[in-house]
């Protein structure tokens, strides 16, 4: 099973637009969340929007997509006033040929959503304000934009950094490095200080007590703003929209939920994320860059890492749209581990790692094994994982090798077919293991 294609769209005024769709459902617009940088993978690196997006996609259709100007989307464009914003998202609605869509801004797009919602009511089936406002131009007057414009101005490389840092986190150093790979191969310092800019511009207050769309206003902390200024801001939008309901929560993930439930009208038993990792039986993949250490010095550092940081985003994206929960805790080499509850889960799993390398000119080595793990922090282990790790360097390019206890497990509920590549001496482990190549069925 791909991962779900990166599609594209032409906006009226030529722009190419790229975005990407997932799960079934009612469908919901993810609206990115921040102007000055963009990649389709950058906002699912960050933990509390990574665990939004895995409660919502099994649940509704999440449709993302990269602003003009950044990321996968077309870099030079002729306007990038708020006009053509909502012209690009029309555009991708028309696209997919859907008649009403929610739509859940965050942070600095709720302009954008309220002046959609307002233009095109007809279009809107629900609004979303997630801890985000209704005018930014005084946004940027805080002191928290105040320092981070002044980076901008000055220092691109430490600017990332921080940003990066504010949204991942001090505590998940290694996160916050993929995003900075993210924000730097998405857009440049002279196409974020163009996006901030004409930001600052973006004002809907007037429009909120016309708007005539179910709107329900979340607030939850967030980091871009203070808490108490993201409290205050949410009520004067509640207030401001007429039947408007407000939700205060205590991170995205609960914000998701409360999504969910107002899109559909049912109510979310909750659930173990998808990002959760077990405790007992699980499946075990690893997926690892074939030859890093040689491509590395073929390369460059620099190129490779930003290769490799970009594949790495992909495979735990394609991952979580499995069912799959990527192991943030450290890996050796320059690879992903995984944890499924299912064979089925884990052989899609890997598909969508081997599909995410392709035209990358990376290669990778992929193994699955199962048996029982034990988690500890941000990690798991056991010999089970040690097997999947043997296994994984068994693997030659691109070819997903699996245990016979994965192979017996997944027989019956998938299409995949399984070549016999015999028993095989592990190291450190005692008994021979039979190993089976995966291919598409």
Known sequence: MAEPRVQYVTAPDGVNLAFRTAGEGARVVFLPAIVSYGHLQTEALIPGTRRALEYLTPRVNVIRYDRRGLGLSDRDVPDDSLQAHMSDLLAIIDCLEIERVALYARMLHGPLAITFAHQYPDRVSH??????????????????FRALTALLETDWELYTSV????????????????????????????????????????????????????????????????DDDLSRRAREMAGAIPGAHMLMVDDEEQAARAVYEFVTGNEAAPIRSAATLPEGTAIILFADI???????????????????SRLDAAMR?????????????????????????????AIDGAFRCEAAADGTGLALHLGIHAGDVTREGDNVYGGAVNVASRICSLSVNDEILVSSTVRDLARTSTAAMFDDRGEHQLKGIAEAVRVYAVRAG
Do not use: N
């Not at 290694?174 to 973006?202: K, L």
């Not at 074939?290 to 460059?300: F, K």
């Not at 991952?319 to 064979?343: L, N, Q, T, W, Y």
């Open 163 to 226: 940003v990066a840092l504010l949204f991942a986190g001090w505590s998940e150093p290694e996160v916050a490095a993929r995003i900075v790979a993210q924000m730097r191969a998405g857009t440049t310092p002279e196409r974020a200080r163009h996006a901030r800019d004409m930001a600052r511009t973006w004002d809907a207050t007037a429009l909120m007590p016309s708007l005539r769309v179910p709107t329900l206003v979340v607030t939850y902390p967030s980091g871009w703003l203070p």
């Open 127 to 144: 609004l979303i304000l997630g801890a985000t406002t209704a005018s930014l131009s005084d946004v940027f007057e805080t002191s928290r």
């Open 290 to 308: 074939v030859d890093s250490t040689a491509l590395t010095e073929q390369l460059g550092d620099a190129v490779f890492r930003a290769r490799a």
């Open 317 to 345: 994206a394609g991952i979580r749209e499995c069912g799959g929960a990527p192991v943030e805790g450290k890996v050796m080499g320059d690879g992903v581990m995984a944890v499924f509850s299912s064979a089925r889960q």
